[in-house]
């Protein structure tokens, strides 16, 4: 079991920012900029990779909450970055689905 679906059962904590029948927002225990959330789904997807086409439905509420919960962390005015790391090249340490909400301060571009 991956530790983000230990934080969905409630076994291990985390910062709670939100919470829906199918998605779930936390605090990164280790943040990368002033605001750093985790928005994952309820449901077990390892990777993107994994995604099938009856998920996208669930991805397109991922994707509008994310919009909602940075306009809620007051990050999107200036703008912000949201990000999924894919498997191994892309930085996938945890092998469930999720996206970080990055915002707070300026990101540089192309990544490292
Ligand atoms: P990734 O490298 O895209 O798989 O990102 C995994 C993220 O999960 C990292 O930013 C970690 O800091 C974060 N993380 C790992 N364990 C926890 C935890 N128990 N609570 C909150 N965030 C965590």
């Not at 409630?10 to 990368?32: G, H, M, R, S, V």
């Not at 002033?34 to 997807?45: D, G, R, S």
């Not at 962390?73 to 200036?78: E, H, P, T, W």
């Not at 703008?79 to 707070?104: A, D, M, P, S, T």
Request: with cysteine.
């Amino acid at each position: 079991m991956t530790i983000f679906k230990k934080i969905i059962n409630k076994e291990i904590p985390a910062q709670i920012i939100y919470e829906d029948d199918l998605c779930l927002c936390f605090n990164d225990i280790k943040p990368q900029a002033p605001v750093h959330l985790l928005l994952i789904p309820k449901k077990e997807i390892p990777t993107l990779d994994d995604l099938s086409e009856e998920d996208s439905k669930l991805m397109g509420h991922l994707v509008y909450r994310a919009s909602v919960i940075a306009k809620e962390q007051g990050i999107s005015d200036v703008g912000y970055r949201l990000v999924v790391n894919v498997k191994e090249y892309g930085g996938q340490e945890v092998h469930h689905l999720h996206f970080h909400i990055l915002g707070g301060r300026n990101f540089s571009w192309p990544p490292g």
